[in-house]
């Protein structure tokens, strides 16, 4: 199994706070990603990074921001949380290097803004 | 855009039928992936398809690629309780030197015993 850990697992926020929400990797993987998952929608990407300080938006990154200073790490955050940002948030890893390249999920942030 | 169409987007069934996910693009992908996630977990990976036309079977679980690459299906036999769950279709196109997942939105089964 590849190295993801999530942090904190579980959050409860109020409106309008910043969240930050880690991703941590141990498989030295070039891109990192974070989702957002809700009923009837799948999963959403929100921003993914591609290599150290280069990421790029997902279809739903109005709210988040991203940083990724080192390889292993992937920050996201909420800069001011809103209700519509309950969800659990999926932080994956892929190493890209050719067509098997496989996707490796963390177990997920349930956050809770009330 | 949604690159990746996954039907039906929910499925409930009694246990020993058989039933069929599609996931459908417009787009050709270089390689298709299928992944499982359980409640309160993150998805799985159960198989990687290459080959245009290429069918797979994990157990009662049958993977194709479409001859186009543009399209899977998975086919499950006598499903089972353990079937249970949310089914995810990745595909991966190549870029920069490098390959990149897109995820489509999920089959939620459920199979009743």
């Known amino acids: 199994d590849a190295g993801i850990t999530q942090s904190p697992r579980h959050k409860v926020t109020e409106t309008g706070t910043p969240v930050t929400l880690r991703c941590h990797q141990t498989e030295n993987h070039r891109y990192m990603y974070w989702y957002r998952q809700d009923p009837g929608h799948g999963l959403r990407l929100i921003h993914y990074?591609?290599?150290?300080?280069?990421?790029d938006k997902g279809e739903v990154s109005d709210g988040y921001s991203v940083s990724r200073s080192k390889t292993e790490d992937f920050l996201l955050t909420l800069e001011s949380a809103t209700s519509s940002q309950t969800s659990v948030y999926f932080c994956?890893?892929?190493?890209?290097?050719?067509?098997?390249?496989?996707?490796?999920f963390g177990q997920g942030t349930r956050l809770t803004v009330v | 855009t949604q690159l990746l169409e996954q039907s039906p987007q929910f499925l409930s069934i009694q246990e020993g039928e058989n039933l069929t996910v599609y996931c459908n693009s417009s787009s050709v992908f270089s390689s298709l992936q299928w992944y499982r996630q359980e409640p309160g977990e993150g998805p799985v990976l159960l198989v990687t398809v290459v080959t245009g036309g290429e069918v797979k079977k994990l157990k009662r679980l049958t993977f194709q690629f479409g001859d186009a690459r543009k399209d899977s299906s998975l086919h499950i036999t006598a499903a089972q309780p353990g079937d249970t769950g949310l089914y995810l279709c990745a595909g991966a196109r190549s870029g920069a030197g490098s390959y990149q997942l897109t995820f489509g939105k999920g089959t939620k089964l459920s199979v009743i015993p």
């Open positions: 994956a890893t892929e190493e890209g290097l050719g067509r098997n390249t496989e996707a490796f």
């Open positions: 990074s591609y290599g150290v300080k280069d990421t």
